[in-house]
């Protein structure tokens, strides 16, 4: 694997790739890496010449600085998993790097609705700084295929909207949500749970998973209630708990048993903020 820091370094090899005929696969991320992350770089990897993983914990997009100052770092370990993985490249730059002009906004993203639903909504100005660096790495990478992870289900409807907007060529992949055996979502976030938040936190699993069960024609509502009182008796202090057109997001209220819907969750356990969502009825 090659380590890159510097954006011109990086640009100029995969110019090279590129004019060698080599498709250019990319998995940005903010390290702390673990499966579900892997479970990306094994899709490009196998289907890409070139493999792009880039590290960058983006300061734009916490709306919570305590949140990114505590973003766990274990870059040791995560080049060694890249390594493992067969990832060619690793990009890890600084922010000076991502940001010449700094981290103030210059530019602001048209990105419409979806920007102020749910994350949107609880994390104001989130999604303009994921797509700050976003249209950055995209630039700098100018991938064939990139892979996102359905877990960030929101942010892949806001990068889709990104694609457009700057007219990237780049083929969106979104891969399956990776989990533990009992059912939590793979996160870097875990890492900061203690032994009790860890016990509880696959209580938002199973609030999907009673909602995808209990699913049938008219009211949503009571299924909503009964996913908030399953959290609440976790311990969990919930932001959201909705089901949402998979499409728009937009909250349904009773089901035609025909509209496409997708259950999202956001709650926090002992102080750290966990997201979730499954695809109902006709997602997966
Ligand atoms: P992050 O490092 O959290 O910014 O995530 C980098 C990429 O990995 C994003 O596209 C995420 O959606 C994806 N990802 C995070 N967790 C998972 C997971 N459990 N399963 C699959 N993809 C994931």
Redesign the pocket.
């Known amino acids: 694997m090659i380590l890159f820091k510097k954006t011109d370094d990086l640009h100029r090899y995969l110019a090279r790739k590129r004019n060698a005929y080599q498709k250019i696969g990319f ?11 892997l ?2 770089l094994e899709k490009s990897t196998r289907f890409n010449e070139c493999t792009v993983c880039s ?1 960058f914990v983006n300061p734009t997009q916490f709306n919570d600085p305590a949140d990114f100052k505590k973003y766990p770092v274990t870059l040791e370990k995560d080049i060694s998993l890249l390594e493992h993985q067969k990832t060619d490249i690793l990009f890890l730059p600084g922010v000076d790097e991502i940001y010449h002009d700094g981290t103030t906004q210059q530019h602001h993203y048209d990105l419409g609705e979806i920007e102020h639903k749910l994350e949107g909504h609880y994390r104001p100005g989130h999604f303009q700084g994921v797509c700050q660096v976003m249209h950055r790495l995209l630039n700098i990478v100018q991938p064939d295929n990139l ?6 289900y929101q ?2 409807m806001v990068i889709k909207k990104l694609q457009a907007l700057i007219d990237s060529q780049s083929v969106l992949h979104v ?5 533990e055996a009992d059912g939590l ?5 875990n890492l900061r749970l203690n032994e009790q938040a860890r016990a509880a936190a696959p209580a938002i699993y199973q609030a999907l998973l009673q909602i995808k069960r209990g699913l049938q024609t008219g009211p949503l509502a009571p299924l909503v209630s009964e996913a908030k009182k399953l959290l609440e008796q976790h311990g969990f202090r919930i932001d959201y708990v909705t089901v949402a057109d998979s499409t728009t997001l937009d909250e349904v209220q009773e089901w035609d048993g025909r509209q496409s819907l997708t259950a999202l969750i956001a709650a926090y356990i002992h102080e750290v903020r966990l997201i979730d969502n499954m695809g109902l009825a006709s997602e997966s």
């Open positions: 998995v940005p991320t903010m390290g702390a890496l673990h499966e579900g992350h479970s990306l590290i892979y996102m992870g359905r877990k960030d942010q892949c891969c399956a949500t990776q989990r979502a793979l996160s870097s976030r």
